[in-house]
Nanobody, 119 residues
């Protein structure tokens, strides 16, 4: 199973970015999909979750600024980020819970995509 994240880049304060993550390989059922981020020098932290039925959850800093969504047919998860500040500078990782043929339910991670917000 591979998770390919994309969409990171450099923006100025107040700007927007849309991150995408696509799952491929032998994963045939996906449950929750999430975005995490890791700010330099800090632990990885949860940003947002979208469940298999589309219910969304956000941590405090993401509420009102970030929107998580998914495309079940394409096995993709998105994170629309707006009103970005330098404090949002981090590597963003996608994460999914899923089932792979011949394997128990597991959690998979993407490789990360860097978001840099300048003042």
């Amino acid at each position: 199973v591979q998770l390919q994240a994309s969409g990171g880049g450099s923006v100025q304060t107040g700007g927007s970015l849309r991150l995408s993550c696509a799952a491929s390989g032998s994963i045939f059922k996906i449950f929750a999909m999430r975005w995490y981020r890791q700010i330099p020098g800090k632990d990885r932290e949860l940003v947002a979750t979208v469940t298999s039925d589309g219910t969304t959850y956000y941590v405090g800093f993401a509420k009102g600024r970030f929107t998580i969504s998914r495309d079940n047919d394409k096995k993709q998860v998105f994170l629309q980020m707006s009103s970005l500040t330098p404090e949002d500078t981090a590597v963003y990782y996608c994460n999914v819970d899923g089932l792979e043929y011949g394997a128990p339910r597991d959690t998979y991670w993407g490789q990360g995509t860097l978001v840099t917000v300048s003042s």
